[in-house]
Structures are given as C-alpha cells and as structure tokens.
C-alpha cells in the first residue's frame, strides 16, 4: 500500500522561504514519476513542478526561479523548495505519484500561507 505524507507547510511573510517533503513508503519514489500540485477553494488542482523517473522537471511558469523539486532515494522523500513565496502561493500543496504501473496516489496535503 503506497502512502504519501506531506509536511513542512505553515504561515511565511511574503518573500520568505519554506520547504515541503513528501515522504513515501510502499513504492520508491526513485522509480515513479512525482509531482506537486496545489488547489485553492472553489479552483482546480494545478501542477507546481514534477519530476520524471529520470530526473527530468518541468514547473509552471508561475513559479519558474522560485520553486525547485527535488528528491532524496535514500530517504525515499521529495521535496519542494519554495522561495520568494507570494501571497498568491497561498494553497494546500499535494504531492502526488505515478507508478511504473500508472497507478496514481495523493498525499493528504499540507496548507501553506503567505501573509504579513
């Protein structure tokens, strides 16, 4: 059984800093495809920055040189630096999974505020 948990979220001044880890069990996330994904009220999830198996990532253009992901093997953890943050980063943030089977998971997600 895959599961995914999300910690690191909180309450951060514009401009400031925080980092998110999603660490997984049930599956290595060095053979899955990841992702990060965040959702406000009443709009649809959106993709923040995913990494292929291979390494290769891609971000939306609203956090292109702010965000970075990133993941550990050994500790089987991705992680999500956000910098610069904004107010409008403001969201619950999910990390998300998909197998070589194409099997897909979410984490239960972790709220992130930007306000002074």
């Known amino acids: 059984q895959v599961q995914l948990v999300e910690s690191g979220g909180g309450l951060v001044q514009p401009g400031g800093s925080l980092r998110l880890s999603c660490a997984a069990s049930?599956?290595?996330?060095?053979?899955?495809?990841m992702g990060w994904y965040r959702q406000v009220p009443d709009k649809q999830r959106e993709m923040v920055a995913a990494?292929?198996?291979?390494?290769?990532?891609n971000y939306a253009d609203s956090v292109k040189g702010r965000f970075t992901i990133s993941r550990d093997n050994a500790k089987n953890t991705v992680y999500l630096q956000m910098n610069s943050l904004k107010p409008e980063d403001t969201a619950v943030y999910y990390c998300?999974?998909?197998?070589?089977?194409?099997?897909?998971?979410w984490g239960q997600g972790t709220q992130v505020t930007v306000s002074s």
């Open positions: 998300k999974m998909v197998t070589p089977s194409w099997s897909t998971y």
């Open positions: 049930g599956n290595s996330v060095s053979f899955a495809n």
């Open positions: 990494m292929t198996r291979g390494g290769t990532t």
